[in-house]
């Protein structure tokens, strides 16, 4: 059974950082890519930034500079380190894997407010 639980939301005003985990279970964690997503109210769930099983990443624009995704094999966990946060980056914040079908963690609730 594959299930991957995300940790590490909460509320940061704007200009702080935040680091988000994301612990995967039942899959061969190194050999897939992971992701990041993220939704906020009304809106779709978008791809933030992607790691593939070589270590390279790729981001979305509205938060490249600030955003860094990383992955450990060892723990089978993935990171995303936020920085610079805006109050447009306030959304449910989801790791994703892709082994032929799609999982999804329940989400973490990031809010970047004053």
């Known amino acids: 059974q594959v299930q991957l639980v995300e940790s590490g939301g909460g509320l940061v005003q704007p200009g702080g950082s935040l680091r988000l985990s994301c612990v995967v279970r039942g899959i061969i964690f190194r050999i897939y890519a992971m992701g990041w997503y993220r939704q906020a109210p009304g809106n779709e769930r978008d791809l933030v930034a992607v790691?593939?099983?070589?270590?390279?990443?790729d981001y979305a624009d509205s938060v490249k500079g600030r955003f860094t995704i990383s992955r450990d094999n060892a723990k089978n966990t993935l990171y995303l380190q936020m920085n610079s946060l805006k109050p447009e980056d306030t959304a449910v914040y989801f790791c994703?894997?892709?082994?032929?079908?799609?999982?999804w963690g329940p989400g973490t609730q990031v809010t970047v407010s004053s």
């Open positions: 790691i593939k099983s070589t270590g390279s990443t």
């Open positions: 994703n894997v892709n082994n032929g079908y799609d999982y």
